[in-house]
Nanobody, 125 residues
């Protein structure tokens, strides 16, 4: 089992950047498939990005391609989502999730077994 804690959210102006962190404890984060989801006010939770380090593969939602990037710090057992060129429509609570299948690139919440508590990202236009 793994515990996930997100951080790095905040309030920024459109065009600025944030880096979200997903710190894992209990097990090595690279042994999971990791995903990021978000939920904007009044909307359903939606897929943002996913990675399988086992496969060396990433997948990004169309609306973040070219703007958001996954990375990892093994020593800190932490995954990062670098978010550049932020837009007002990126405003949401962002969640990281871990799936027991390390080769799966999951795009649905049901494909993940563990969730963090979320971190708020607010982008002002």
């Amino acid at each position: 089992q793994v515990q996930l804690v997100e951080s790095g959210g905040g309030f920024v102006q459109a065009g600025e950047s944030l880096r979200l962190s997903c710190a894992a404890s209990g097990r090595t984060i690279s042994s999971y498939g990791i995903g990021w989801f978000r939920r904007a006010p009044g909307k359903e939770r939606e897929f943002v990005a996913a990675i399988s380090w086992s496969r060396g593969s990433t997948y990004y939602a169309d609306f973040v391609k070219g703007r958001f990037t996954f990375s990892r710090d093994n020593a800190k057992n932490t995954a990062y989502l670098q978010m550049n060129s932020l837009k007002a429509e990126d405003t949401a609570v962002y969640y990281c999730a871990a799936g027991e299948n390390p080769v799966r690139i999951g795009v649905r919440p049901a494909e993940y077994d563990y969730w963090g508590q979320g971190t708020q990202v607010t982008v002002s236009s």
